[in-house]
């Protein structure tokens, strides 16, 4: 099939149909900490004449490492970063002729912009930096050729010395940057721009000088202070983010003006020269004072200083805004994949896919669906060419699963000489004789049962009819050419593994645990339309020893094996072992009654680990099959055995050079351990119940290189746990798995797969195999350039998943992408998905802290995300002053996400997070898709009061950020693992009735973790709020009320993420600013 050639009509099976002949249909539906620490940046210090900087106040930077960060880059030690690769003027890495743009077209240009509504009360002026001239801004976007996101956003400059009061030298509570009024430095006034900066342009302080007079309102589209109207040919107009402050240039229609602010607003102190610092003369280089002008257009009049305004929170990029238009724009019509090189909607829209010829966004997401067509273009933007694979994603009941192809004995057809399948992107010639492999262009015969005649277009005439000829996503059912050892496999098997030490028992887990699984038996995965699950089950208890249970049907009683060897671990059993629940029931069910009584006097505190997990291993190997172990353990494995650990938490290494021993596991037993589990395609499933210190980092190993999970139930007790435990062992159990696996990723000639991030294992380079590979799980993959790429064919992605299915068949699923390739930045730009940029980011830097100090990796991040938006400020921006943070429209979040990701647990943990948190989180993280860690990351912030109350739908959420928060409302938070219900302090006396049956505020319980069932609307609207948010999350999230004022608010601000955070993270506004401090030396 030609890609490129237009869409074609929907295939016949867009929709559910019956199956077509020889095919089968799948089953695949689808406390507060001390004070912060010292300040992680240094203080942000604007540029003086000449550009030479005053030693920085805060923490020098370290020197990098080689080959740590994604560019070239040398650290100075007074803590400034010098960078040669961006140098005036000049481009890195290519020829000039790939960056310079042609300028837009003016548009048609009315009259120039008269003041209107209230007198004004300052003039907006752009910061001119002292001394500065960027000569390498001038280039300009080419019109769009695709399509477009809106006018890329701009923030004038920061720069000036302000009071090193945290991190990036934030300023005082009180008062934030003032966006909404520049400082220019003495100078003069520039001449009126023909052509304004082609952005929304929001201001920061800038050093020295008096301060102008702004004005309020705003303006009409396309429209800017300093310049005549210009649309931008490269870019969709689209609506600014709510109101926009004074002196804002966004092409779009008109916004309400924003509030009025009086010079004599109370609580900001008055500064002296309305700069921070000490007043200054005029400066070299500049005649004089800058010359304001109090109106629009007319003469200039003397400078009036002004106090310091707090930022508007609006002026800034806001992910609530770019979540809504998203879902406006977005929502509503399906995503149809006919098209290479879509960006799909964003994951927090809620859209329908048609498969057309290329693989869902919920299959595969990427950074950029538009890669520069040379390495040296690439090296240059620094945007990371990655993508976001979900193989077997559980898709939602409207979109119909992965078609299974069955091509008998001869299998599916491959090219000979890479190996790709069969897909839409090959071309067929010669009458439909023979076929061109698309990836790597090798020419193959079709055999003769695969022929087929071709129509007018050169497409096959059975085309719609194969699904591997015109869907992006399919499988095959695998021949015994592809099982091991040349025969088919059997059944997979479960083995619970149960631990009976005196703490499983004492907190009443064990109880707990039989219990569920007297029921939960029932519900093992199916498949299609089976009666019964295929899956066998098995059973061992431990503490220092191993106990195996023989559950045969025709045993009146289950009888119990005990193994006190741990250091030569076997399987006493083999017949009676591993058994079928219905056959088997009446045994289960005695055995699970009376495990929790044969141990209910245990004083056994002792724990082993590695032989359990051995034990289970070498089960599945007897019996011949795949399967997963699930194993309930409590506590740090002490007793004498194989992978005994020892205690070696030390808060003290935090921030030293050690600190990534702690993420290390202690010992290279589980590593070894995990390899033979993955050659068995055994998959383990850790439940950790601790209490103290269990060693995270070591006992994950296992389940992280075997493609399981880990879940982590701190403190458990009963009554207040039970709920998430069960809950999510019942999706664990029950979710779709795939055994045994091995995925590769075949791509076109000019890219190749470099580097691969998740839970699983590689005994190669080109091989991710995995032990099980369940629905929840990604393998994120990262691209070079190996050849430069040509425009016309565009990069191909396919990736080859094999694997075991829950009834034992051999299966291939196969996921197709093409992707748009360019020659312009711009294109780039315009085609990012920043979702996709951060959980990539994330995934980079969570591995990082295995092997650098995590100051280190967190250099490493800001470096690489300033190259990528200098590059583009440098590149696709239209000419304008130094003192503008311009950012493209796809990336204008890339600085709030990444900041989110500096200030989280793993890279700037708080005086509370235990070093099992972070081991934990660092894990969990490695394999999430992009919607998760796009709520990890940044949590969501429901009010919960202000919608109607006879609303369905969601409330729209708020900013993440305790000035959004009223006293008189409640609020919801959720970022995927925890969520929490925030009460004000003076909420309505009826209100708290409705939702907690208390009298008043002071009679609600804080840290409560259940709301209680109430026949009233708002209770049963809140109730059913947090049970859909529940559903849509891989892990049961824990409810915890938070009251206003109480002492659990400082572990629910911890999400406020847009806020300064206790141990030392720097609020947005703090980072933005440190962002464009480092942009500019970068192009300086």
Known sequence: MNVNQSAPPVPPFGQNQPIYPGYHQSSYGGQPGPAGPATPYAAYNGPVPGYQQTPLQGVPRAPTPSGAPPA????????????????????????????????????????????????????????????????????????????????????????????????YGSYPQSQAPPLSQAQGHPGVQPPLRSAPPLASSFTSPASGGPRMPSMTGPLPPG???????????????????????????????????????????????????????????????????????????????????????????????????VIEDDRNNRGSEPFVTGVR??????????????????????????????????????????????AVIKPLARLPPEEASPYVVDHGESGPLRCNRCKAYMCPLMTFIEGGRRFQCSFCSCINDVPPQYFQHLDHTGKRVDAYDRPELSLGSYEFLATVDYCKNNKFPGPPAFIFMIDVSYNAIRTGLVRLLCEELKSLLDYLPREGGAEESAIRVGFVTYNKVLHFYNVKSSLAQPQMMVVSDVADMFVPLLDGFLVSVNESRAVITSLLDQIPEM???????????????????????????????????TSLPIAEAPGKLKNRDDRKLINTDKEKTLFQPQTGTYQTLAKDCVAQGCCVDLFLFPNQYVDVATLSVVPQLTGGSVYKYACFQVENDQERFLSDLRRDV?????????????????????????????????????????????????????????????????????Y???????????????????????????????????????????????????????????????????????????????????????????PVYLNCVLKSDVLQPGAEVTTDDRAYVRQLVSSMDVAETNVFFYP??????????????????????????????????????????????????????????????????????????LDNPLSKKVRGLIDNLRAQRMRYMKLIVVKQEDKLEMLFKHFLVEDKSLSGGASYVDFLCHMHKEIRQLLS
């Open 72 to 167: 070239s880059t040398a650290q100075a030690p007074c803590g400034q970063t010098t960078y040669g690769q961006f140098g005036q003027g000049d481009i890195q890495n290519g020829p000039s002729s790939t960056a310079q743009m042609q300028r837009p077209p003016v548009a048609s240009q009315p009259a120039v912009l008269q003041p209107y509504g209230p007198p004004p009360t300052s003039t907006q002026v752009t910061a001119q930096l002292a001394g500065m001239q960027i000569s390498g801004a001038a280039s300009q976007a080419p019109p769009s050729s695709g399509l477009g996101y809106g006018p890329p956003t701009s923030l004038a400059s920061a720069s000036g010395s302000f009071p090193n009061s945290g991190p």
């Open 599 to 633: 141990f209910a006097d245990t004083r056994e505190t002792e724990t082993v680990f590695a032989p359990v997990i051995q034990a289970g291993m070498e089960a599945l190997k007897a019996a011949e099959c795949a399967g997963k172990l699930f194993v309930f353990h």
């Open 940 to 1013: 969501r912030l429901l009010p919960l009061t202000k919608s109607p109350m006879d609303s369905t739908t969601e409330p729209p959420a708020v900013r993440a950020s305790e000035e959004r928060l009223s006293s008189g409302d409640i609020y919801l938070l959720e970022n995927g693992l925890s969520l929490f219900v925030w009460v004000g302090a003076s909420v309505q006396q009826g209100v708290v009735q409705s939702l907690f049956n208390a009298s008043s505020f002071s009679q609600v319980t804080s840290g409560l973790s259940v709301l209680p069932v």
């Open 341 to 386: 090189g879509q960006v799909p909607p964003l994951v927090t829209t809620n859209f329908l896919v048609k498969d057309q010829g290329n693989a869902s966004p919920r299959y595969i997401r990427c950074t950029s669906y538009n890669i520069p067509c040379t390495s040296d273009m690439a090296k240059q933007a620094q945007v990371p060419l990655a």
């Open 734 to 802: 029950q979710k779709v798995v795939g055994f045994d696996a091995v995925m590769r990723v075949r791509t076109s000639t000019g890219i190749r797969a470099v580097d691969f991030f998740g839970a699983f294992y590689m005994s190669n380079t080109t091989d991710v195999e995995l032990a099980g590979l369940d629905e929840d799980k990604t393998v994120t993959v990262e691209f070079k350039h190996d050849d430069r790429l040509s425009e016309e064919s565009g990069p191909l992605l396919q990736c080859a998943l094999l």
């Open 223 to 321: 429209q800017g202070f300093g310049g005549l109207p210009v649309n931008q040919p490269n870019h969709v107009s689209s609506p600014p983010a709510h109101a926009l402050p004074p002196g804002t240039q966004m092409t779009g229609p008109p916004v309400p003006p924003p509030p009025m602010h009086s010079p004599q607003q109370p609580g900001y102190q008055l500064q002296q020269n309305g700069s921070f610092g000490p007043a200054r003369g005029p400066q070299s280089n500049y005649e004089s004072p800058y010359p304001g002008a109090p109106t629009f257009g007319s003469q200039p009049g003397p400078p009036q200083p002004l106090p310091p305004k707090r930022l508007d929170p609006d002026a800034i990029p806001s992910p609530i805004q």
């Open 804 to 894: 075991t299915s829950c009834a034992g068949q051999r299966r291939l699923r196969i996921h197709n992408l093409a992707l748009n390739c360019c020659t312009q930045l711009a294109d780039l730009y315009r085609n990012c998905e920043t979702d996709t940029l951060i959980n990539y980011m994330a995934k980079f830097a969570y591995r990082g802290v295995l092997n650098s100090p995590v100051k280190t990796v967190r250099d490493t991040l800001i470096t690489q995300c300033a190259q990528i938006l200098a590059c583009y400020r440098k590149n696709c921006a239209s000419p304008s002053s130094a003192g503008q943070l311009i950012l493209p429209e796809c990336m204008k979040l890339l």
